[in-house]
């Protein structure tokens, strides 16, 4: 089985302070982790993938398999990094293949000024 | 290119129901996931359609189902509803050229059972 968890429901940081949002994750194979930010009012959205490496709007997270985590940093948070973040896992069905993701149950973000 | 549509946006049912919903990919994408969101349980994947054919498939039971058309639009139903089954409905489409891909979500559909 398949489990993604994101222990905090809610994280308040001031603006310019570092960022971390943990995730940590459950799954027998090789997995591919992914984060994913709904803005208000905006549709859920690809944030960043961990086979990529790549940072995204100042947002990177690494994928510790020892730990089996992959936690979402940024150094100096902005306002408008307030969000809901969500860590997502992608299993591979049935047939081997195909998009399926396990979600966790998401961080809201709260950046104060 | 215009995203993943979802129609319609809200609905209100009562138990015992069923429900439609639909959802337009964007233009190439062949396949559709759908996923069900509510407070306490979070999102849920429900299935996947790929070439008019279910390829993965959640653990919910068989009162959800779905389908695809061959232009890639898909609709998901749901019979003989429960005041659980409220929740916001998303959609999501992507391409597929092997393993994963970026799923790009639409609106959602908002079911209100009473």
């Known amino acids: 089985a398949q489990r993604v968890t994101q222990p905090e429901k809610l994280l308040s940081v001031f603006k310019g302070a570092p960022v971390e949002l943990k995730c940590n994750y459950s799954?027998?194979?090789?997995?591919?982790l992914f984060w994913y930010v709904q803005y208000s009012r905006q549709r859920l959205q690809l944030l960043l993938r961990h086979i990529s490496r790549e940072s995204i709007k100042g947002f990177t997270a690494d994928l510790n398999k020892g730990e089996t985590s992959f936690h979402l940093k940024k150094p100096f948070a902005q306002e408008e990094d307030s969000a809901m973040y969500y860590c997502a896992l992608s299993g591979h069905g049935v047939t081997g293949g195909g998009n399926k993701l396990t979600f966790g149950t998401g961080t809201q973000l709260k950046v104060e000024l | 290119k215009a995203g993943v549509t979802q129609t319609p946006r809200y609905l209100i049912k009562t138990r015992g129901q069923q429900v439609t919903l639909s959802c337009s990919p964007i233009s190439g994408h062949r396949s559709v996931s759908w996923y069900q969101q509510t407070p306490g349980q979070g999102l849920q994947f429900l299935f996947e359609?790929?070439?008019?054919?279910?390829?993965n498939k959640g653990n919910f039971p068989g009162r959800f189902s779905g389908r695809q058309f061959s232009n890639s639009r898909s609709e998901m139903n749901v019979s003989t509803l429960e005041l659980g089954d409220s929740a916001l409905y998303l959609c999501?489409?992507?391409?597929?050229?092997?393993?994963?891909?970026?799923?790009?979500f639409g609106p959602g559909t908002r079911l209100t059972v009473l």
């Open positions: 359609y790929f070439s008019e054919t279910q390829r």
């Open positions: 799954y027998s194979g090789s997995p591919e």
């Open positions: 999501a489409s992507s391409t597929q050229t092997g393993g994963y891909n970026e799923q790009f």
